[in-house]
């Protein structure tokens, strides 16, 4: 089964920009739908963003506007550009096909917004 490594995501500033990458260890081409995820310290996690294949996207209210999903089926990669961060995107965000493959969740990215 297809599995997921995120990266990119660190300690920003609010008002500060991350960008997220996740390599799949096979084709995401077959996968309509790809997202992004994230969960906060004692909440659920949460579906933040998804991209089709045809390249259409949609967001969760809380970051529409600020956030970009992208992919590159070619690369086998999903990208989350994080512009004017809040201390609310505080979260360890990791990406999976929509509806998520149980066993492909990976580690995550912790991103951290914090003056």
């Known amino acids: 089964q297809v599995q997921f490594v995120e990266s990119g995501g660190g300690l920003a500033q609010p008002g500060g920009s991350l960008r997220l990458s996740c390599a799949a260890s096979?084709?995401?081409?077959?996968?309509?739908?790809m997202g992004w995820y994230r969960q906060a310290p004692e909440r659920q996690r949460e579906l933040v963003a998804f991209?089709?294949?045809?390249?259409?996207?949609m967001y969760a209210d809380p970051v529409k506007g600020r956030f970009t999903i992208s992919r590159d089926n070619a690369e086998n990669t999903a990208y989350l550009q994080m512009s004017s961060l809040k201390p609310e995107d505080t979260a360890v965000y990791y990406c999976?096909?929509?509806?998520?493959?149980?066993?492909?969740w990976g580690q995550g990215t912790q991103v951290t917004v914090s003056s």
């Open positions: 999976n096909v929509r509806p998520p493959l149980l066993r492909s």
């Open positions: 096979g084709s995401i081409s077959k996968f309509n739908t």
């Open positions: 991209i089709t294949l045809g390249g259409n996207t």
